[in-house]
């Protein structure tokens, strides 16, 4: 592992003061989702108060308006959030490993196998990211319909997987482009077959692509609302929509319950994030490898 | 017609529960029917979905759920519009704004409805019941005034009935009882403009705009000064009203102005031989629409972005930052609503201050609120339970039950109840308000005629141009487009 | 999966077993069709979810259809092109959109390479903290939207209050066109350069320590072992951050549309914005399609030329 350690190190390891700066810096940059956390353990009062209030008696209320809402007769029902949330997880997470998946082994072969116009190709996987959502959503909705994927899992699992294809693809391809071929013709010479070149070479040196190829693609599906607003039925819809519907209506916006749902929202991605933040951070492990 | 598994009834399955008996007994022979309804996710349809699991029963014996896809409210306009154009045909029924008739219309997606209401006395009595400036704006098209509406009745000759109100809106004033019943600022108001403030609502009814200016100057406060009986602890402000470029919300408050000061809109109602040349930009206009301009130096600094919405002064409203709003009667019960509101116990509401001409003041207002409509794709027997649906809702008993739970009633027999007043603090000004409604366009090309006028509308509240520029602006982009519409001929 | 190659004539001979059973399989594998079996799937995917929804727009744009209306489309040719391209609106609304993408994105690569560095050493509480740096991208532009107009509110924001303690004036952003436009930028810039930082960061985290230490023997400036070390290696990740970061802000619609809602009058509306006014709210689809068309045309010239740029240094290189 020492190699590792040597990587690390490169500009070099720095102390607590350096760790100080460096925080007082994160903190002033997170500092409005910062707010909005904080917004979620207000009172709607202490949310819009001038001068802000830094320090608050708080309440769970807004999160406890998260899961029930009182009827009319004054039940307090489910409002459909954890379907809402598990939709969220399942949708994205199929969908941010399919194209992992695809987006990887595309990625491959554009960089070991070119196809005749291989650079054309490549760019007409980067057109599809350049419209704007909104003027193509008219065919893909008649689509659905005609296809019979509105509403369902399959379809919107899909479509996001298209999303993430052209970026995963992009990433992974310069990840493999920047490998030193070297090391995979001597594996060849030494008996391995391609798959694995691929699997046992290749791969291990693009873990921190994957990382953050993953962690772009999570984060992209995870907050889209356009297509999940349309293209979900009531039992498909995902959590951005719900978060929508803290807009509007009889008040503004609910600044505490906007807030609640975007800090349980939080909670996955930063999760996920965290876990593979040591991919994201160790670069290409074999540091010397590199061309 | 689908028949999935209803999902909704899981989120309001205690409800839904109730009805499981009549399931049981009724299903050897009754059908199985779902009017799906497409709504904004609010109190007022939330409302009818709970109340319907609670108390719905089709008279036909059918096994007849309502199932209303609650979208947010933002979005609503645009999961809608992407519905209807890519034939999706998932709703029965569908909460519509007053403005998109004409485009849904036209592009054959609402059911006309008058032979099926000739057919059917229950709703010919509830055509007769409904506030007429409730079916002009919300039923008729091509449009037929309020006025017209009134002097005929059920049927009018003319006209082609499409919906029905959901929940009909006004706007109404809101005010600060502690501050407009404060002797120390009676004393001090009454010294420098020389007449009361109002303190109840009944006080209101002879406001004007030029007292509503009087507000203004009066309660506008810098922090620390003293304010009612206590010190202001920030910079607080006399009056509001929504001047914001998103939607709607500068036109609602602008068309009232045109209309009170004597000018007006262009009139679809005698198309194509209304102009918009000389109408939009008539003196009137100009002259309105400058008093609208002028009232915002009052108003708290957010008037100055174009970005003063109707929910941000609510916001301020309730954050105590204002001593009175115009806003919509929809809008008024997180207002008292100790939950949300810091003034929720020194609120009250009153008729919005109107102009006066010629020795009456006028309060010409936009009519706010949402039909419902049925749509063109349902087999006969759909189309007989879903109005079964619509008298179930336009029924007094449902009505009345809906007004209770906060909302609001097209029906003369409700507002005209002995307790209708006594059910929400703003249902007396609200029912004042519905004699003064008139409605904004419902031609398919509305959407692209409030774009532009909002747009020339936010150049000159944010001081861009003048009120005569923004008007002209306006005229001559209403003429061309109409005229290419050929909704204008000479 | 590692035994199915074969050893068909002109394969890596391996050491696996060969698969004789199966034909098709084998056939599939064969190495000559190694390139497009890989890259079938996404090809695939990315057809039928998004060629073929654009396709569908793009004979649309040869039509006058307006989906509020019940009369059978004609064809029109190149009618609404011309249209478009003769709209004075279209080329305000593509202005509006190159001053916010320039700016955002200048500022995302700026912020988004010193970031970068500040966390390529090791320190201390450097996971936790890079956290709360990443944060921004994964909110909603929802939220982000909704939050920052309320920061930017002159009575209830937090921004105007601050600036307020010390000009005693409420402090209104969004009244100019060049505050609204900032006020955009602001939010769109804070929230995406974590996705640069990632990018340069994972650069600079491999670019391998030998070489620093050769050239620290060698007493190369800091700006020179920049240029030459550092550079290369978190060259092309930066381009890709770049080129990716371009197209999304490109498409920019929620942030202007929830913050300033296009105002004050239009100083705000992107192209992405006046597409959805055409096609949603104004009802002229097939107008819409063609000025879809004329957006995909302008992003693809505009990342034509980075990429021509890129590869001309690289052959000098």
């Given amino acids: 592992m020492a190699y590792r350690k040597a990587a690390f190190r490169k500009p070099g390891q720095a102390g607590w003061l350096y760790s100080l700066v460096t925080g007082v810096i994160a903190l002033i940059y997170f500092f409005p989702v910062l707010w909005m956390i904080l917004t979620a353990f207000k009172t709607r009062s202490d949310a819009l108060a001038i001068p802000p209030k830094l320090f608050f008696t708080p309440t769970l209320d807004n999160f406890k308006s998260v899961f029930f809402r009182d009827t009319q007769a004054g039940d307090a029902v489910a409002t459909g959030f954890v379907q809402y949330f598990v939709n969220s997880a399942f949708i994205g997470g199929s969908s941010v490993i399919l194209a992992l998946i695809i987006g990887t082994l595309a990625a491959y072969a554009f960089s070991r196998y070119p196809l005749k116009g291989n650079d054309t190709y490549m760019f007409i996987i980067l057109t599809t990211r350049m419209l704007p959502p909104i003027v193509v959503i008219i065919p893909i909705f008649l689509m659905f319909r005609v296809t019979g994927l509105s509403g369902s899992y399959i379809g919107i699992i899909l479509l996001y997987t298209a999303f993430n294809l052209p970026f995963s693809i992009w990433m992974m391809k310069s990840f493999f482009d920047d490998l030193n071929p070297e090391i995979e013709d001597s594996a060849r010479l030494d008996g391995s077959n391609d798959w694995k070149v691929f699997f046992r070479i290749c791969l291990p040196q693009v873990l921190a692509g994957l990382a953050a190829t993953a962690v772009f693609a999570l984060i992209l599906t995870w907050n889209e609302f356009l297509f999940a607003l349309l293209l979900t039925g009531s039992d498909t819809r995902t959590v951005p929509v719900a978060m929508a519907n803290t807009i509007g209506g009889e008040i503004g916006v609910d600044w505490g319950l906007l807030s609640a749902i975007v800090s349980l929202f939080l909670i996955p991605v930063f999760i996920v994030t965290f876990v593979l933040q040591k991919q994201l951070l160790r670069g290409v492990t074999f540091g010397t490898i590199r061309k | 017609m689908e028949h999935k598994p209803m999902t909704l009834k899981r989120t309001l399955s205690v409800l839904a529960l109730t009805a499981a008996p009549f399931l049981v007994a009724e299903s050897a022979w009754a059908k199985d029917i779902t009017i799906r309804m497409a709504a904004p996710d609010w109190g007022p349809t939330r409302f009818m979905q709970e109340h319907a699991n609670a108390t719905y029963k089709a008279p036909s014996g059918n096994n007849v759920q309502l199932e209303i896809d609650f979208i947010p409210w933002p979005n609503f306009f645009d999961r809608v519009n992407a519905s209807l154009n890519s034939g999706e045909q998932k709703y029965q029924m569908i909460v519509s704004d007053s403005q998109w008739l004409g485009t849904f219309i036209e592009s054959g997606h609402f059911l006309k409805l008058n032979d099926l209401i000739a057919a059917d006395a229950e709703l010919q009595a509830i055509m007769n019941n409904l506030h007429p400036a409730l079916v002009s704006g919300y039923s008729t098209y091509p449009n037929v005034s309020a006025a017209d509406i009134e002097k005929t009745g059920y049927p009018h000759p003319d006209a082609n009935y499409y919906g029905f109100p959901q929940f009909p809106d006004t706007y109404v004033t809101y005010y600060r009882t502690d501050l407009f019943c404060d002797e120390g600022e009676n004393a001090t108001f009454k010294a420098a403009y020389g007449s009361d403030l109002p303190c109840n609502p009944d006080d209101w009814e002879s406001i004007t705009w030029d007292d509503w200016e009087n507000f203004g100057k009066h309660f506008a406060r810098k922090s620390g000064e003293k304010l009612g009986s206590g010190t202001a602890d920030g910079d607080f402000y006399g009056i509001a009203y929504q001047a914001a470029k998103p939607l709607d919300f500068s036109t609602m408050q602008i068309n009232a102005f045109f209309w009170q000061f004597g000018g007006g809109i262009w009139d679809e109602t005698t198309q194509p031989n209304s102009p918009a040349l000389g109408v939009v930009n008539s003196a009137e206009n100009v002259e309105g629409f400058q008093r609208f301009l002028d009232l915002l130096e009052y108003a708290p600094p957010i008037a100055k972005t174009g970005q003063m919405g109707i929910f941000e002064i609510q916001d301020l409203f309730m954050q105590g930052k204002i001593a009175a709003i115009v806003d919509w009667v929809a809008l008024g019960a997180p207002v008292i609503d100790p939950a949300t509101s810091k003034v929720h116990d020194r609120a009250a509401f009153a008729v919005p201050p109107g102009n006066m001409r010629d020795g009456k003041i006028d309060r010409t207002g936009n009519l706010g609120g949402q039909p419902f409509v049925l749509t063109t794709w349902n087999d006969d027997e759909v189309i007989k339970e879903a109005l079964d649906v619509v008298k179930w809702w336009l029924s007094e008993e449902t009505q009345i039950a809906a007004v209770k739970a906060g909302g609001q009633s097209g029906l003369v027999s409700v507002l005209n109840n002995p307790d209708y007043e006594s059910w929400a603090p703003w249902n007396a000004q609200h029912k004042a308000m519905l004699e003064w409604q008139k409605d904004l366009w419902h031609v398919p090309e509305f959407f692209e005629l409030l774009t532009q006028q909002q747009e020339e509308f936010d150049k000159a509240i944010t001081g861009q141009i003048s009120a005569q520029e923004a008007l002209d602006n306006v005229a001559a982009f209403q003429d061309e487009l109409l005229r290419d519409a050929g909704r204008i001929e000479d | ?317």
């Fill in chain 3, 1 to 317: 999966m590692a035994d199915l190659n074969t050893s068909g004539a002109g394969a890596v001979s391996g050491a696996g077993s060969v698969a004789k059973s199966g034909g098709l399989l084998a056939w599939l594998n064969a190495p000559e069709r190694r390139g497009p079996l890989l890259v079938a799937p996404a090809l695939i995917t990315l057809f039928v979810m998004n060629i073929f929804p654009l396709l569908w727009s793009f004979g649309l744009s040869f039509f006058n259809y307006r989906a509020n209306r019940l009369t059978v489309p004609s064809f029109k040719g190149l009618d609404n092109y011309e249209k478009v391209l003769t709209d004075p609106v279209v080329w305000e609304r593509f202005q509006t959109t190159g001053i916010i993408v320039g700016a955002s994105v200048t500022l995302q690569l700026i912020f988004g390479f010193l970031l970068a560095l500040l966390f390529a050493k090791t320190f201390p509480l450097r996971r936790i903290l890079l956290m709360l740096v990443l944060a921004p991208m994964m909110l909603s532009f929802v939220s982000v939207a909704i939050f920052f107009k309320l920061f930017y509110d002159p009575t209830l924001g937090l921004l105007s209050w601050a600036i307020g303690l010390f000009t005693g004036e409420p402090f209104i952003l969004l009244a100019t066109p060049a505050g609204s436009i900032a006020a955009i930028v602001i939010a769109d810039a804070w929230m995406w350069s974590p996705f640069v930082m990632l990018l340069v960061l994972a650069g600079l985290v491999s670019v391998p320590t030998y070489l620093y230490e050769a050239a620290e023997i060698d007493r190369a400036s800091p700006w020179r072992r920049f240029r030459t070390i550092t550079f290369p290696y978190i060259k092309s990740l930066l381009l890709l951050a770049l080129l990716f970061r371009t197209i999304e802000t490109f498409k920019l619609f929620d942030l202007s549309f929830l913050i300033t809602g296009g105002g004050p009058g239009a100083s705000t509306e992107t192209v992405a914005i006046y597409a959805y006014r055409l096609g949603f709210q104004f009802f002229r689809t097939s107008q819409a399609s063609a000025l879809a068309y004329l957006i995909l045309f302008v992003v693809i010239v505009l990342t034509s030329i980075y990429l021509y740029i890129v590869n001309r240094r690289n052959e000098e290189g």
